[in-house]
Structure formats: C-alpha cells, structure tokens
C-alpha cells in the first residue's frame, strides 16, 4: 500500500497547510481584477482565510458522524464510486489550478526580471521534476518540509516589509473599498479559491493528521496563522504603491525589496528571497498535488498514489507552459473563469460531503 500518508503532528500540519494558502493566495492575485478600482485586498485575502475555515469544520463534523477519516472514503461511502468521483471532480481541478497558478507566476518572474532570454521550459526543468518527487514522497515528508521552508519564508517576509518601511505612506490605502462593497464582496468571493481548496486538503489528509480532532485544531490555526501571513504582506504592499501603480505590476512583494537594495549591490537578497518564496511555492504546490492524488486514490480505493501524483504532476506542469505568456485565447479565457468563479469548485465538494453528512449514513 503506497498512499504515503505517514503521520505528522501540529506544526507540520499547520505550516503545510498556512504555507499552501499564504503561497496561492499572495502570489496568485490577479492585478488587472485586484487593483483595478481600488485596494482592499489587505481586507478581503485574510478575510476569505478565515472564512475558508467554517466549510472545513462542518464537513469535519460530516466526517465524525460518517465514521470516515477523510474525505473520499466518506464521498464513497455516501455515493458510491460514480458519485463519488463525480463530486470529488470539482475539488481536484480546484487543487490542480491552485498547484498551477503561484508556479505560473513564479516562472514568468524568473524568465523577466531574473533570467532573461531563457525559455519557460528550461526553467520548468529545474522546478517541476522536484515538485513532482515531493508529491510522490507523501504528506509526511510535505509536511516536514514545510515546516523547514515555512520559517524561511516567514523571516524574508518580514525582512522584505521592514526594509520598504521607509516608503510606507498612508494615502496609498485610499479609497479603502475600491468602488464599494459589493465589489469588495465579490472579490473576496472569487479568493476563496486560494484560500479554501488548501483548506479543504486538510479533509482529505485527515488520517496524515491523526484524526478528525487534531485536524480541526490543525484547520483553525492554519486559517489564522495565513491570514495574519497575508494580511501583512499585502498590507505592505498597500503602503508602498498606489493601486493604480500595482494594476500593471508583475509580483509586487518581490518588487518592494528594490526601494532600499537597489542602492546596494553587495546586498542583492531580492534574489534569494525570490528562491526562498519559489522553495514555498513548489513545496505548496505539492502538497496540493499530493491532496488532488490521495483524493483519486480514496475514491477509487486505489491503493497506490504514484499514477496519480505522476499523471497530476504532468498536468499541472503542462498547464504552467500553456499560461506562462496566455498565447491562447482559450488558456486566457479559462484562466479568467477560475479567477473569478473557482471558488464554486471546491464549494461543490464540499457542500456534496455536507450534505450527505446529515443523514449520517454509516459504511
């Protein structure tokens, strides 16, 4: 048997899970909807991490009563395995795009600002391969390496914000709900994307975790330590530009560390932090992979990961290539769907285990 759960305690738990969504939810924004009327996103991004965490506890409460340990075993249970497959599909895509959209944004980073004239593919070379092994590896060895990579990233995070404090001006905040809160709401909405399928991997690697118990603890600390995560990062980066500067800004958290290291050419961290955040991204990526895999193999009741976390692997890896310039009108117009209304994928999931979760149906 080769699912490759494992067993990790708290804090592996937490900093795979906090790592997963801070990664998605600041790397993964879009300027051309985040920034166009306004910036709240200091708001709506840790806003939609904690609301991610109210689904997940009720369907944790689902899971108690099915006697499941994870989600698929209780889909399959509840459904079948046509059902279950069924249901299960909206919240794979879901961590799929979520593997594939901070890798997007990362690689375009690293082939405009970093290594310029090499191709997309060259650097997926490097990338890919090892996110595709730490996927195989398991949730143990995700969760363990999280754990490293996540005080790396917190420590540049916190490095990169104090050293653009001198830019920090107040005005930039305005107008504090871009054009009014229904707008507010909307895009607060469409982040649930990237706040609630990492969230939503917890119930799926329920048994990694030891349980239902210790992965709701898990589950309300990771919520609260990325929204604290993403909150202060965007935050910083309402400081430092205006909103209608940040509409056409390639990776603005990277781009802060410019205001006082540009001066200095024997410091050049941007670069390193740069590699610190891409080492969190590929770690989150697959650990979403990883989620996407365990979920095909509980519902097939498969009892080795490896075909799935390798064929998952190939297609987030292909869907980066095929967004990396948005060449294609089809790639540009699915990509813009999943902005906006992706968050409908996973609730689709979830909303399926809720309610079947009701009837308390035993296996």
Request: charge should be positive; charged fraction near 15%; hydrophobic fraction near 55%.
């Given at each position: 048997?080769?699912?490759?759960?494992?067993?990790?305690?708290?804090?592996?738990?937490?900093?795979?899970?906090?790592?997963?969504?801070?990664?998605?939810?600041?790397?993964?924004?879009?300027?051309?909807?985040?920034?166009?009327?306004?910036?709240?996103?200091?708001?709506?991004?840790?806003?939609?991490?904690?609301?991610?965490?109210?689904?997940?506890?009720?369907?944790?409460?689902?899971?108690?009563?099915?006697?499941?340990?994870?989600?698929?075993?209780?889909?399959?249970?509840?459904?079948?395995?046509?059902?279950?497959?069924?249901?299960?599909?909206?919240?794979?895509?879901?961590?799929?795009?979520?593997?594939?959209?901070?890798?997007?944004?990362?690689?375009?980073?690293?082939?405009?600002?970093?290594?310029?004239?090499?191709?997309?593919?060259?650097?997926?070379?490097?990338?890919?391969?090892?996110?595709?092994?730490?996927?195989?590896?398991?949730?143990?060895?995700?969760?363990?390496?999280?754990?490293?990579?996540?005080g790396l990233l917190v420590f540049s995070?916190?490095?990169?914000?104090?050293?653009?404090?001198?830019?920090?001006?107040?005005?930039?905040?305005?107008?504090?709900?871009?054009?009014?809160?229904?707008?507010?709401?909307?895009?607060?909405?469409?982040?649930?994307m990237f706040t609630l399928t990492p969230?939503?991997?917890?119930?799926?690697?329920?048994?990694?975790?030891?349980?239902?118990?210790?992965?709701?603890?898990?589950?309300a600390a990771a919520s609260i330590v990325?929204?604290?995560?993403?909150?202060?990062?965007?935050?910083?980066?309402?400081?430092?530009?205006?909103?209608?500067?940040?509409?056409?800004?390639?990776?603005?958290?990277?781009?802060?560390?410019?205001?006082?290291?540009?001066?200095?050419?024997?410091?050049?961290?941007?670069?390193?932090?740069?590699?610190?955040?891409?080492?969190?991204?590929?770690?989150?990526?697959?650990?979403?992979?990883?989620?996407?895999?365990?979920?095909?193999?509980?519902?097939?009741?498969?009892?080795?990961?490896?075909?799935?976390?390798?064929?998952?692997?190939?297609?987030?890896?292909?869907?980066?290539?095929?967004?990396?310039?948005?060449?294609?009108?089809?790639?540009?117009?699915?990509?813009?769907?999943?902005?906006?209304?992706?968050?409908?994928?996973?609730?689709?999931?979830?909303?399926?285990?809720?309610?079947?979760?009701?009837?308390?149906?035993?296996?």
């Open positions: 048997m080769r699912l490759n759960e494992g067993r990790i305690g708290y804090a592996e738990g937490i900093a795979a899970a906090a790592a997963a969504v801070s990664v998605c939810a600041i790397f993964s924004v879009d300027p051309a909807s985040a920034y166009t009327n306004g910036n709240s996103t200091y708001i709506s991004i840790p806003l939609a991490a904690l609301i991610s965490l109210v689904p997940v506890l009720a369907v944790s409460r689902a899971l108690e009563r099915s006697g499941k340990g994870g989600l698929a075993e209780h889909l399959e249970c509840a459904y079948g395995t046509a059902g279950a497959a069924l249901f299960a599909l909206p919240l794979t895509v879901s961590l799929l795009f979520c593997a594939a959209r901070p890798m997007t944004c990362f690689l375009d980073v690293l082939q405009s600002l970093i290594y310029d004239g090499v191709s997309y593919a060259s650097l997926a070379a490097f990338v890919f391969p090892v996110m595709a092994l730490i996927a195989w590896k398991g949730f143990e060895s995700i969760g363990r390496l999280a754990l490293i990579v996540s995070l916190v490095f990169a914000v104090a050293s653009a404090a001198p830019s920090f001006e107040t005005y930039r905040l305005y107008p504090l709900m871009g054009v009014g809160a229904a707008r507010f709401t909307q895009f607060t909405a469409s982040e649930l969230m939503s991997a917890l119930l799926v690697c329920g048994k990694g975790l030891n349980g239902i118990a210790p992965m709701r603890k898990t589950a990325s929204a604290a995560v993403c909150f202060s990062a965007q935050f910083a980066i309402s400081l430092v530009y205006s909103y209608k500067g940040l509409t056409g800004l390639l990776m603005p958290l990277y781009r802060i560390n410019f205001l006082s290291l540009a001066q200095s050419y024997a410091l050049r961290l941007d670069k390193l932090f740069v590699m610190v955040w891409l080492s969190g991204a590929i770690v989150s990526s697959a650990y979403c992979v990883y989620a996407a895999a365990r979920l095909h193999a509980g519902v097939f009741r498969e009892r080795d990961i490896t075909p799935a976390a390798a064929s998952f692997s190939l297609v987030v890896c292909a869907a980066v290539l095929a967004a990396a310039r948005m060449d294609y009108t089809a790639v540009k117009t699915a990509n813009g769907i999943m902005l906006r209304f992706g968050a409908a994928l996973p609730t689709v999931t979830l909303t399926a285990a809720l309610a079947k979760g009701r009837k308390e149906k035993k296996c």
